[in-house]
């Protein structure tokens, strides 16, 4: 059985200090949570003080984003060797945040998906549709479109590496959420997709996270479906007792669905 995977995204949030007592408070509780895997995705400007405070735990780092280049006069960026030197495991790709505000499309998604798994990175690959385009019975045509799209030319051996989060855009940070039946029903449609393109085995191995307004209180009945595998949590992952709390309901609906 797969172990639910928890990333929490601090997006622009907490300074040197504030990152350092989170990450180390989220470490300590980890030791009775072996059956999740976490992971902490804070600014670029805090990684050097979260890797240090997660030091010895099986809490894992990532990055909000890169570049695709290796390197170069890209000044700003950060690519995908950067942050493995830094000590990321993972990053992520195409969050809706980015799409919104600086212009991330799926052909970029795609170009960074590449440069991540070059750098021996799991991608963290976000997809979703508008409140407009649910409202217009567009969803799967939207979610598709990203999914072959931003994994265009990846084999099958990248899939086992690749994460993909689908966050419905009008639930990124509103307090509202997808019902677990309406993530379920685009979870089942990522993962015959995938199927699809890449065989069963690649399939039933994806991991397939939810991420839009996640918190304590709805993580037990979204990880209890059978093709929700874990949560990219945004502003709920800002409080230690709460993004533990995260894990623990995962825990438990990861193990009623069996």
């Given at each position: 059985m797969k172990r639910p995977l928890l990333a929490g995204n601090w997006?622009?949030?907490?300074?040197?200090?504030?990152?350092?007592?989170?990450a180390s408070l989220v470490a300590a509780a980890s030791r009775e949570l072996s059956e999740a895997d976490l992971v902490l995705i804070p600014p670029f400007t805090a990684l050097a003080e979260v890797r240090g405070a997660i030091?010895?735990?099986?809490?894992?780092?990532?990055?909000?984003?890169?570049?695709?280049?290796?390197?170069?006069?890209?000044t700003g960026e950060v690519s995908a060797p950067?942050?493995?030197?830094?000590?990321?495991?993972?990053?992520?790709?195409?969050?809706?945040?980015r799409r919104l505000h600086f212009g991330e499309t799926d052909a970029s998604v795609n170009r960074k998906t590449k440069a991540a798994l070059r750098a021996g990175l799991?991608?963290?690959?976000?997809?979703?549709?508008?409140?407009?385009?649910?409202?217009?019975?567009?969803?799967?045509?939207?979610v598709l479109t990203q999914i072959r799209d931003g994994l265009d030319g990846l084999g099958r051996e990248d899939m086992d590496r690749?994460?993909?989060?689908?966050?419905p855009v009008w639930a990124i940070g509103t307090g509202r959420n997808a019902t677990p039946d309406q993530a379920e029903d685009v979870h089942r449609f990522i993962r015959r997709r995938i199927e699809e393109k890449y065989g069963n085995g690649a399939a039933s191995c994806a991991i397939i996270l939810y991420g839009g307004?996640?918190?304590?209180?709805?993580?037990?009945?979204?990880?209890?479906?059978?093709?929700?595998d874990g949560a990219l949590v945004g502003g709920a992952s800002l409080e230690a007792g709460s993004f533990v709390e995260i894990a623990r309901e995962a825990i438990k609906g990861r193990k009623e669905r069996q």
């Open positions: 997006k622009m949030h907490l300074t040197l200090a504030e990152a350092r007592a989170l030091a010895g735990s099986a809490v894992a780092l990532g990055g909000q984003d890169l570049f695709w280049e290796d390197k170069g006069a890209f950067l942050l493995k030197d830094a000590g990321c495991d993972y990053v992520v790709i195409g969050h809706s945040e799991a991608p963290i690959v976000c997809v979703g549709e508008t409140l407009e385009e649910r409202e217009a019975g567009r969803t799967m045509e939207r690749v994460v993909i989060a689908y966050e307004s996640v918190k304590p209180a709805n993580t037990y009945s979204l990880l209890k479906e059978k093709d929700i």
